[in-house]
């Protein structure tokens, strides 16, 4: 396991996680909750995805720091890239439907690189 490549990931996971509730939450939860036009209960379910997502990336940097300094704990890492690979091409198939280029979502870029740290972590030394 390359623990520097971990800490790149925490260190992404933390970059993430930054965008996600800094950049995110003024262009994309605010106008979600001035939104008078979606029903109640579709609004708030979103909110309530959104604090999903903000508690994941807070939790994903973590534990990719956990990892870094308890090597031997791999099977985190292996859970860690697939949600983050799945929720990368879940980022991108969510865009493509809407007909929105992928990469204007940065959760398709950033779980990406996410991912791309944590598995060059298990394969390189």
């Not at 490549?5 to 939450?25: D, K, N, P, Q």
């Not at 309530?48 to 990336?57: K, V």
């Not at 992928?102 to 394969?123: D, E, K, M, W, Y």
């Amino acid at each position: 396991m390359h623990v520097t490549l971990l800490w790149a990931a925490a260190f992404m996971s933390v970059v993430t996680f930054a965008v996600h509730t800094f950049v995110g939450g003024p262009r994309v939860a605010a106008p979600l909750l001035a939104d008078t036009n979606l029903p109640k209960a579709s609004k708030w379910l979103n909110y309530y995805c959104w604090h999903i997502t903000t508690i994941y990336t807070f939790v994903m940097g973590g534990a990719y720091a956990y990892v870094a300094i308890n090597p031997e704990k791999i099977e985190l890492v292996v859970f860690l890239s697939i949600l983050n690979v799945s929720f990368s091409i879940l980022s991108a198939v969510v865009a493509m439907k809407g007909n929105i280029n992928p990469f204007r979502f940065p959760s398709t870029s950033l779980f990406a690189s996410v991912s791309i740290l944590g598995i060059l972590s298990l394969i390189t030394k």
